[in-house]
């Protein structure tokens, strides 16, 4: 059974940085491309971004993170990172870490995503 779990939501000034990380069981990720979204309140869920199994894609951003998010990966330690600087209150919401359905599979569709974990949370304070 795949468990995906995340970690290192809180609470941060606005202009703060936070590093998000996901860790799954199950799995072994390599072979699989990766991603962040996001949900606020009354709000749909959005891509936040996007990182290929290969490596050799460049990861997808969101325009509204560009410049100051950064997805990472460690194909050693089977994880996933989000490192966020300049933080606004617009990044307030809960963040999800998800891997697609199947391995060597490059689409950023949130559809082919379907490993979930149970999200973390962010909130920015202006």
């Known amino acids: 059974q795949v468990q995906v779990l995340e970690s290192g939501g809180g609470l941060v000034q606005a202009g703060g940085s936070l590093r998000l990380s996901c860790t799954a069981s199950?799995?072994?990720?390599?072979?699989?491309?990766m991603g962040w979204f996001r949900q606020a309140p009354g709000k749909e869920r959005e891509r936040v971004s996007a990182i290929s199994w290969s490596g050799t894609v460049t990861p997808y951003y969101a325009d509204s993170v560009k410049g100051r998010f950064t997805i990472s990966r460690d194909n050693i330690n089977n994880s996933l990172y989000l490192q966020m600087n300049s933080l606004k209150p617009e990044d307030t919401a809960m963040y999800y870490c998800?891997?697609?359905?199947?391995?060597?599979?490059?689409?950023?569709?949130?559809?082919?995503?379907?490993?979930w974990g149970q999200g973390t949370q962010v909130t920015v304070s202006s």
């Open positions: 199950g799995l072994s990720l390599h072979v699989y491309t």
């Open positions: 998800a891997i697609h359905r199947y391995p060597h599979d490059g689409s950023w569709a949130e559809e082919d995503f379907g490993y």
